[in-house]
């Protein structure tokens, strides 16, 4: 069974960066298959940015500020996050889309 485990959340000001880090296990497929998705409290989950249709995708709330990329045969993905908004706050997850994986979420808390 794949699982992912994210790390990297935390509290940052207005303005900061942080970096993301989603690791699947060994069984996961050497193919860059992963995408960041995010909750904030109230709202549904939605997605940040990732693989989707074959190809990188931003929602448009980030673009331009996101970046996610891969390392070792695509089990590892990290999202880079500049310029970081209160808007932003929320629980990110990591999401392995060839099995259905989620991560169990990792905070992110921007103040003002």
């Known amino acids: 069974q794949v699982t992912v485990v994210e790390s990297g959340g935390g509290l940052v000001q207005s303005g900061g960066s942080l970096r993301l880090s989603c690791a699947a296990s060994?069984?996961?497929?050497?193919?860059?298959?992963m995408q960041w998705h995010r909750q904030a409290p109230g709202k549904q989950r939605e997605f940040v940015a990732g693989?989707?249709?074959?190809?990188?995708k931003y929602a448009d709330s980030v673009q331009g500020r996101f970046t996610v990329s891969f390392e070792r045969a695509g089990r590892v993905s990290n999202l880079q996050m500049n310029n970081l908004q209160p808007a932003d706050t929320a629980v990110y997850y990591c999401?392995?889309?060839?099995?259905?994986?989620w991560g169990q979420g990792t905070q992110v808390t921007v103040s003002s």
């Open positions: 999401y392995e889309s060839v099995f259905g994986a």
């Open positions: 693989v989707a249709d074959g190809t990188i």
């Open positions: 060994e069984d996961a497929l050497a193919i860059a298959s």
